[in-house]
């Protein structure tokens, strides 16, 4: 059964040096307040894993986090680069960033195969293409009925996967909605997990095309009003898609990267509180 | 005779022409996505679009500014997980038409988002990487691609194999066993280009009103092949300009 | 995108004899309706494929329609066994029935594979199992990761799959809710699809857990109210438990099943039309 | 003295009686579904019923008839699909208990649902078959059996292995890399058989009130192993028997 935490509890207790870690959310629910906890809590030699790094990651590796990154998309999404990722890879600034580069359907599949507690995930997959060359977790495999050559990809089980859903009820069960991409299955591929929502009731109305991830499968929650920004969280808040084209300027400089995240993550005492995310929101805009 | 559009808007315009109405399409953000809306807004107003976010026959009636904007799960017929969008509905065939773009185009239509110089481990620039493409390129029936043409995109021979197109010529996607019919069209700010069927390159089969064979020469990194039925396309049409505007500009407003 | 058409048509446009045809529904949203418009036109030599053949395969099969049947549980549900089907694999009647068994999970993966698009599904399944003696379409594979040992299952990929739901739209969408089951899964993994449903509507409001399958993956849709009893369709009828006990003694006997089936289904000439099945149920309780 | 309760009710709370509060149950429909639920209306409060048409969490105050009962998907947590019970939640080891029953049980565990006498292709009886039971015995973290006791059902070798429990002894589940631990408990009209820590042939632990080992011995089909500290289950409460009769009276109700 899930426990009922703060953000920083559930980071302390959750989140260890040299985890392999998975932050989800596919441009919706992206759990941004967790990855600046992780931050500010210091972590170091993580093993990132995302399909689409995202602004987070972008902030993650930047501050020296992450030692090494498993995803398939790089960018600001809508926008260009994401120029920490770029240096970290490029110039190995602050630290040199080990990749591990598969595509959207490869990502899918291994935490498909990862929730299903399989060694492996079969998919029609990187054919042709230059990725298999560099990735040694991209092999062949045949169909033992057809004989047919097809792709073979690993299972992908973080330590701890960490996600952002609209609601949890007092019990623990988590609810979401609108575009879930890949965090159901990201949740039950790993061994531990954390959700962070905007709301905790006394029930779960249904929602349209719900996910429901029952508490005995969830580790802890903890209320993070806001806690997507500058993603957003269906129902409860729009994306901020002007901070994303106001990070590709902070993000290109070291210097005003180290002051932003100075002013708006690392000097964020408060970090969990509700309401916090929210005057970051203002203050960038 | 002043043009009042600009060759991005005609290069859009070409693009959302090639969709047709009815077809299923795997729309990604940015002009894919622009083109796919000006297309349902005009001339095919049941073409399906198709987001990786999992949104199955969205129907936004502004642009989405990511691919995963709240309106294209408002307007969807369906939602499904990412997963499911992969394995359900891209893999087996059921797309008719994937869009993409890169920073680089070669000869044979191979696509490159992933590195640009250097090695893998050192690229002079490290792009977003594959997303969804190498399977759009794969398993869609057909695949447009949408790219500016400079002799830095449209190359010889990408830096990287991201999304397969041809390979080195006839007989690769055979080979390799891939269902999909591979990039049938090439659209660029000057003109369009489609594969020789005997030798699969990529050749200029159409220009755009006032681009030139010797602009698209230039802008191309292979010894380009004209057609020899070289056309001209349509300028946009009115309709098509305003709807086009009118798509852009409700999409800035917020 | 689907053609509205009546089950008649839709039974004769897409059903033909000797395909492979799956009729999907987990207790919930059996399509009898279609099963016994099969009947009536006389379908031959068909290979039935479902996880629980549950009393409609029942029918198909004392009838004479199937000639091979893939399935993972052939009971009566909470009533005992199916006896036409223990007739026809006990002693050929009306004619030999050659069976092809699974587990659930092997064929619920099956599907998956089948609307994947994939020659096979991986899982952990027989193990141990005298199934794997019997049943040639499973197989040993093993990880190109770990090189654990696994079991592989082809896909299936009906020629006509049916299923019933609750709702359409006029464009052909399909709604279900409740317990979908692996109807979405057999579908997608069908050359051809056929939907009966409870009620064609201007638009369908979203439902919690809903299944909506865009009519652009179906072949056809059909009007069929009550098309799933003596199941059920979750907000329109409750499952006819008092039926699937009175069908173990229609069923034990030879005569009273033909019997039964001339009254019930042959002589039905307004099949398909709305009422038809409601009528069905009155006669028998 | 005269009892106040039939076999079938003992068994039934003998079997309700060993699922722990907060613990996660795969249930099949009869004998299991009634445990279960009377289970989580005496001492279990939080058991979280999953069924294999995809309800996890159901709550239902009423037996439900078959596994897809409608009260199930109304009152569940969250209803899934079947590949995804089976491939999410069953095989990756979430479900602590798995209930199963039979129409044969072997000195070893192994369970037959498939087929009795004759062969495979010319059974004297063709059972149901295979249904949820081999991933159950598989996957779940451990198994409990249910069944009548008789010498047809109790057998020495199972005329069909349709789910694993210990094969022929010893070593067999850890050799098939099976990651459950198999069936801990047999739960008849009789008693309790557990399997011996080293041979794994079931052992007759426990009776229930008025029987002997001498029927257990009669309705066994091999040479039943009875335990050094033999023990008597606690007849039914007047509390589990009132709720167990509440239930069955109200799914009977309509």
């Known amino acids: 059964m899930a426990e009922i935490v703060s953000l920083a509890e559930g980071v302390a207790e959750l ?22 906890e992780i931050i500010r809590q210091q972590r170091r030699d993580l093993e990132l894993v995302r399909m689409t790094p995202d602004v987070v990651y ?43 580069e598969h595509s959207h359907a490869g990502m899918a599949n291994r935490y498909v195969a990862g929730a299903s507690g399989l060694p492996f995930a079969v998919l029609r997959g990187y054919t042709g293409t230059d990725l298999p060359k560099h990735t040694d977790t991209i092999r062949p495999i045949a169909c033992p009925f057809t004989g047919e050559v097809l792709t073979a990809v690993p299972a992908l089980n973080p330590d701890v ?15 979401m909605w609108g575009i879930t991409g890949v965090q159901k299955e990201a949740v039950l591929a790993a061994r531990r997990s954390l959700v962070t929502v905007e709301e905790i009731v006394d029930s779960l109305d249904p929602m349209p095309n719900q996910v429901v991830l029952p508490t005995w499968a969830v580790n802890a929650v903890a209320l993070v009003p806001g806690g997507s920004h500058p993603s957003y969280a269906q129902g409860y808040s729009v994306r901020d ?25 690392l000097d964020v005492r408060d970090g969990g509180e509700p309401g916090r995310e929210r005057r970051m929101t203002g203050e960038t805009a | 005779m002043s043009q009042n559009w600009t060759s991005d808007e005609m290069m859009t315009v070409a693009a959302a022409r090639q969709l047709r109405d009815g077809t299923a399409c795997f729309v990604g953000i940015g002009l894919p996505s622009t083109a796919a809306n000006l297309a349902r807004a005009t001339h095919a107003p049941r073409l399906v679009l198709i987001y990786e976010s999992g949104c199955l026959g969205a129907k936004p009636d502004r642009l989405p500014l990511s691919i995963g904007d709240g309106i294209l799960a408002d307007t969807a017929d369906a939602v499904v997980s990412v997963p499911e969008v992969f394995n359900y509905w891209l893999q087996p065939g059921n797309v008719d ?5 890169g920073a680089q185009v070669d000869r044979y239509g191979n ?8 090695d893998y481990a050192n690229p002079k620039v490290r792009l977003p990487g594959a997303g969804g493409a190498p399977e759009i390129a794969a398993s869609c029936r057909e695949v447009i691609v949408v790219m500016r043409q400079s002799p830095r995109t449209f190359v010889e021979r990408v830096d990287f194999v991201t ?42 089969t159409h220009l ?29 049409s009115e309709a098509e300009l305003t709807v086009l505007r009118a798509l852009k500009a409700a999409s800035a407003a917020p």
Chains 1, 3 share one sequence.
């Open chain 1, 58 to 100: 972008d902030q993650l590796i930047g501050m020296g986090c992450a030692r090494r990154l498993v995803f398939s998309w790089g960018g600001n999404p809508g926008v260009g680069s994401l120029h920490r990722f770029r240096d970290a890879v490029e110039r190995g600034w602050p630290t040199p960033l080990e990749i591990e």
């Open chain 1, 161 to 175: 996967t960490v996600v952002h859903a609209q609601r949890a009820d007092r019990a623990g069960n988590v609810q």
């Open chain 2, 163 to 204: 999304s397969f197109g041809y390979g080195s010529g006839p007989g690769d996607r055979e080979q390799l066993g891939l269902r999909g019919a591979g990039p049938q069209v090439v659209i660029s700010d000057l003109g369009v280009l489609r594969p020789d069927p005997s030798t699969r390159e990529l050749v200029l």
């Open chain 1, 241 to 265: 898609n002007a901070f994303y084209q106001t990070w590709d300027a902070i993000s290109r400089d070291r210097d005003a990267f180290a002051t932003w995240m100075r002013q708006h993550v």
């Open chain 2, 111 to 118: 696509i490159n988002t992933t590195a640009i110089g250097g």
């Open chain 1, 15 to 36: 989140v260890n040096d040299g985890d392999t870690v998975a932050l989800e959310g596919f441009t919706h629910l992206i759990p941004f307040a967790a990855g600046h």
């Open chain 2, 97 to 101: 038409v994937g869009f993409l773009g």
């Open chain 2, 208 to 236: 755009h009103p006032g681009a030139t064979v010797e602009q698209a020469r230039a802008a191309t990194g292979w010894a380009l092949t004209v057609a020899d039925d070289l056309r001209t396309n349509e300028p946009p």
